[in-house]
């Protein structure tokens, strides 16, 4: 009896020191900055618009070392993307200089 106990113990510390560092993530802060810059225009959390849900970015990028910087990387310096319907635009720049707001959206989109 004793040992399963100590065996609880020990998984729920586990849980609790694997929990990604996203977990203290702004999420209103992090939609209004993508609201502001028309994000939702072309994503949605768990839908497909023009471009790929959140969600579908997400689990793309799960366990990816690199995802904070390849995610900043896309929305600040606007490389050219593939919409759904085919064509072929630049990617939206958000509207905002303040890497800690950027860091904190990536960081709720990686949340998902
Ligand atoms: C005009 C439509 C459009 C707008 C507006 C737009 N995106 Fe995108 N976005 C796309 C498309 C299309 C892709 C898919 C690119 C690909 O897979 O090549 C994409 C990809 C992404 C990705 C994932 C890139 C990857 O490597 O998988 C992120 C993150 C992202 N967008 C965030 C944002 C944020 C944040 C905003 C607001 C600043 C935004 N997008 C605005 C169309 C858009």
Do not use: R
Not at 4 to 10: L, P, R, Y
Not at 25 to 47: G, M, P, R, T
Not at 61 to 84: C, F, H, M, N, R
Not at 89 to 99: F, G, T, W
């Amino acid at each position: 009896m004793k040992k399963q106990i100590i065996a609880g113990i020990v998984i729920t510390l586990a849980a609790a020191v694997m929990t990604p560092a996203y977990a203290d993530v702004d999420e209103v802060a992090a939609k209004s900055l993508a609201k502001k810059s028309d994000c939702f225009k072309c994503h949605a959390v768990d839908k497909t618009k023009k471009g790929p849900s959140y969600k579908k970015i997400a689990i793309k990028y799960k366990g990816k070392a690199d995802a904070e910087s390849v995610l900043v990387k896309q929305i600040t310096t606007g490389p050219k993307v593939k919409l759904e319907d085919g064509s072929e635009e630049s990617h939206k720049i958000i509207d905002s200089q303040d890497q800690g707001a950027i860091k904190n959206l990536v960081g709720w989109i990686l949340s998902l």
